[in-house]
């Protein structure tokens, strides 16, 4: 069964080791374990429906709650502490077009705003009903769950949009194939939130973002259907699969996807190496792009996450032995941690590893072989778990993302972690943070950062702390040369800084598309858009 207050299935327990405790007591201070509300008080909160009995729709206080929040810290920090506001007013499961339909058309005739949901896991407010006097229907795709078409010669899968990461693996593995799309948060997101929130995946930089592997599909919208054919290659005009891309349920609600998808690779491997200083790490990374090997993944820890990393990530025996091995070869507290992920066939793997590995050693890099990546592969979904052990500590946790060019790169990275570390100085907190670079291109990378704070003694002052950090954080985004999200998308929480990176008209021309789609602005108002 699922948390319906933290992350992932309440069968699954991946807590922190307790150095990582001893670690964070000796950084920001030590942590005190919060008064968290119950589930039966949480559901006493919910208030009564104002929907009348509708057979598709489902009023239960569980279910209004389940769809209450999303996985952001404002929501976390809600749902623990019981300041959770807006509920919607129903929960509606549809199982085919026809009903989503029948929804849209109800909630339109009635002027209900509707919510689309997907696996409920956006980190920035998407799927939060908003006060109004309207009531609020969340849809939740889950029931759409199947795989439709399967086109061999044409390497081009059809699923429902609520098919969430594991299922959508399971049914392409079964037929040796691979989307090749793996978010953190894979357990649980879909296809349809994928899309409408343009995801990237951990081995983007080999499949390609959920850009390049959406072909096509089917979307139905207050002012009709839109279906989309999975060409190979069209010159017909503007790519409408561009504009329902990032669309965050503003402009109706995806039922089915085409996605573009690979037989499984020969050979996948994940090398680790550690690099002096992040620097030397960036111009390996940036000349394995430039050579064009077959890489499906390149991230690149800065030194403050490999310190952060490196006793969360094994036995503290087989770390020290690490630990003791790279002081040997004379790297110290600056070292930064970089995967190497290659697939493909044998040989061309074989070829890759020995071109990226000639790249690094001249970049003094010191390799540690295959091991350390299998382990971070085995732990990589699990990584989240850590939230729900962190936050009964006394510590929240929070993530956010950029994306900006290789020059711009260092100053964005160095004034977006002193905004945050010492963004609550004024109090005397003090903030640990930390960054890598999750995804590289040619022309540049993301930058992925973590930032942990302690807890305060009522839930009004813990998220005043993420507002002052996440404010001043955003603002040196948008004003030094980011783009608000490399791959969040923007939800309630990234909607100010928005017009800064798409301009008025840019703004008017998103505003027209939801009034083209959405003439009564029923679709998850106040996301992406203020209204
Ligand atoms: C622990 C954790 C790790 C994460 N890691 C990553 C990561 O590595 N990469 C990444 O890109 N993101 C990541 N995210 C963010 C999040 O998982 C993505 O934004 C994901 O795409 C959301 O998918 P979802 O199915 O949960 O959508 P939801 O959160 O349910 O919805 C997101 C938005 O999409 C809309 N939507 C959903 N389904 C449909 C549909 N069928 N039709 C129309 N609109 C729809 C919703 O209305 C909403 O606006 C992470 C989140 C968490 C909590």
Same mark, same amino acid.
């Given at each position: 069964m699922r948390r319906w207050n933290g992350w992932g299935d309440t069968t699954t327990v991946h807590l922190p080791p307790p150095e990582a405790e001893e670690f964070l007591k000796k950084k920001i201070g030590a942590g005190k374990r919060p008064l968290d509300i119950t589930y039966e008080q949480a559901l006493k909160m919910v208030p009564i429906s104002?929907?009348? #009995?509708? #057979? %598709? @729709?489902s009023s239960k206080p569980g279910d209004r709650l389940y769809h209450a929040r999303g996985q952001s810290l404002p929501d976390w920090i809600a749902l623990r502490s019981g300041r959770i506001g807006v509920f919607p007013d129903g929960v509606a499961y549809p199982a085919t077009d026809e009903e989503v339909r029948l929804l849209i058309k109800y909630a339109n005739k009635t002027g209900t705003k509707i919510i689309p949901y997907g696996g409920g896991t956006s980190v920035v407010g998407h799927i939060n009903p908003l006060s109004g006097e309207m009531p609020v229907l969340t849809v939740d795709m889950s029931r759409m769950n199947r795989m439709l078409h399967f086109d061999v010669a044409g390497n081009l899968a059809t699923f429902g949009a609520g098919i969430a990461g594991p299922d959508l693996e399971a049914q392409l593995r079964a037929r040796?194939? $691979? %989307?090749g799309h793996f978010p953190?948060?894979?357990?649980? =997101?879909t296809l349809g939130g994928w899309i409408a929130a343009r995801s990237c995946g951990q081995q983007s930089l080999g499949y390609g973002r959920i850009e390049r592997l959406f072909a096509g599909g089917h979307l139905e919208a207050p002012a009709g259907s839109i279906d989309i054919p999975a060409f190979p290659a069209s010159a017909a005009g503007p790519d409408l699969r561009e504009i329902i891309m990032g669309s965050e349920g503003r402009f109706g609600i995806l039922t089915q996807a085409t996605m573009r998808v690979s037989f499984l690779p020969e050979k996948e491997e994940l090398h680790a190496l550690f690099f002096p200083e992040f620097n030397e790490g960036c111009r390996a990374a940036s000349e394995m792009l430039q050579a064009k090997l077959p890489l499906c993944m390149l991230r690149l820890s800065c030194s403050n996450e490999t310190q952060t990393m490196l006793p969360l990530s094994g036995s503290k025996k087989l770390v020290d032995i690490l630990e003791c091995y790279l002081t040997l070869r004379r790297l110290d507290e600056n070292k930064c941690l970089l995967l190497v992920g290659i697939s493909g066939y044998d040989k061309i793997v074989r070829a890759a590893r020995h071109e990226a590995l000639d790249i690094a050693d001249n970049h003094r890099a010191v390799y540690i072989g295959k091991t350390f990546g299998k382990q971070w592969h085995k732990n990589r979904f699990r990584t989240p778990y850590l939230r729900n052990g962190l936050w009964e500590m006394g510590y929240a946790v929070d993530t956010l993302e950029t994306a900006t060019d290789w020059d711009n790169l260092p100053d964005l990275l160095e004034q977006m972690e002193s905004s945050l570390s010492e963004g609550l100085n004024d109090i005397g907190e003090k903030v640990h943070v930390f960054t890598h670079l999750s995804q590289m291109y040619a022309g540049g990378s993301s930058i992925y950062t973590s930032y942990i704070y302690r807890i305060a003694d009522n839930p009004e002052e813990t998220l005043r702390r993420w507002q002052v950090l996440k404010q001043a954080v955003s603002k040196i985004i948008v004003t030094k /040369? /980011? $783009? @608000? =999200?490399h791959q969040h998308g923007v939800g309630y929480d990234h909607l100010p800084y928005l017009k800064m990176e798409k301009g008025e008209l840019g703004m008017k021309v998103i505003a027209d598309m939801c009034r083209r789609f959405d003439p009564r602005g029923i679709m998850n108002p106040g996301k992406l858009i203020n209204r």
């Open positions: 104002r929907f009348s #009995p509708h #057979p %598709l @729709i040796d194939c $691979t %989307l953190q948060s894979f357990e649980l =997101s /040369g /980011g $783009t @608000i =999200s």
